[in-house]
C-alpha cells in the first residue's frame, strides 16, 4: 500500500533509514540515519568493528543541514575512535582465524572438494579451505555457522533443561549491534561470530540469552539467573567487551 495513501488516513508511518556514504579519518564509512520519535536530540555510534556509523535522530531530522553539522563538530572523536579500531583484516589464505578462541591458520586448497574443516599441520592447528578461491570467505563464514548451530543448539538445550524453561526458535545471523537476543515469545537469537571466541565466552552467550527466558531485563534478578547457569558470567562478559570489537571486525565479504 502507497505510502502517500497511509498518511492521507491518518496512520503514522516510519520514515526508513536514510543512508549515505561519509568521510572520516582518511575512510569512507556507510552512514545510517535512523530517527526515533523518543529520541530527544541526535546520538552518534560507531557499528562494531568500525563497519560503519549510525546517527540517530528526533522525528522529521533524517535529512536535515542539522545532521551535517552534528557530524562536522564530532569529527574530532570519530576520529578518535576510529583509531583505535583494529585492522579489518579480510577473511585469505595465510593469515590466522580465532575456532573456539584457537588461532586457525587458513589453508587453501585449490583442487580439492567439500565444505572446510580444521585439521593439524606440523603440530600446529589449520583451518583447511577448498574449492574456488572467490568461495573462500563464503565457505570459512559457513564453517562458523555450522559450528555455531552444532555448540549452541546443545548449549541451549542444556540451559533451558536447567532453568525449566523452552525456546521456541534458535536463529543464527551476523549482526552488527549485538551478540544475540532473546524476543519475548521464546526466539533465540545468535551471532554465529560467537565461534570465534573461547568455549566459556560461548557457554555464557548462551547462558545470558537463556536467562531471558525467565527474565527480560537486566535487572539484578537476571544477572542471578545468569550467574546461576554460568558461574563465568562476570569474566566471559568482560572478556567480550575487550575483544568483541576485534572479531566484529574480521571480515567475510
Known sequence: MPLGFLKMIGLRVATPPAERMHRVAGRELPL??????RAKRLTLRIEPGGK????????????SREVDEFLARHAGWLEERLKKL??????????????RGV?????????????????????????????????LPRRVSDFLKREAKRDIEALVAKHTVA???????????????RWGSC?????????????????????YLVAHE???????????????????????????KDWLKRNG?????????
Open 86 to 99: 583494529p585492522e579489518r583484516p579480510l577473511v585469505r589464505p595465510g593469515i590466522k582465524v580465532p575456532v
Open 210 to 236: 537463556v536467562a531471558h527466558l525467565k527474565e527480560m531485563n537486566h535487572g539484578a534478578r537476571f544477572w542471578k539467573v545468569c550467574r546461576e547457569l554460568c558461574p563465568e558470567t562476570d569474566r566471559c
Open 163 to 177: 532453568l525449566g524453561k523452552r525456546a521456541r526458535a534458535i536463529r543464527f545471523r551476523d549482526t552488527k549491534s
Open 52 to 63: 560503519g556509523l549510525r546517527v540517530t535522530v528526533p522525528r522529521g531530522l533524517s535529512r
Open 103 to 135: 588461532p586457525h591458520l587458513i589453508v587453501h586448497e585449490p583442487g580439492g572438494r567439500g565444505a572446510a574443516d580444521t585439521a593439524m599441520r606440523d603440530g600446529a592447528p589449520v583451518l583447511v579451505v577448498r574449492g574456488d578461491i572467490r568461495h
Open 183 to 203: 524476543t519475548s515469545d521464546g526466539v533465540l537469537s545468535f551471532s554465529w561470530r560467537i565461534m570465534m571466541a573461547p568455549p566459556p565466552v560461548i557457554d
Open 32 to 37: 545510517r540515519i535512523v530517527e526515533n520519535a
Open 245 to 253: 570489537t576485534a572479531l566484529q571486525a574480521i571480515g567475510f565479504e
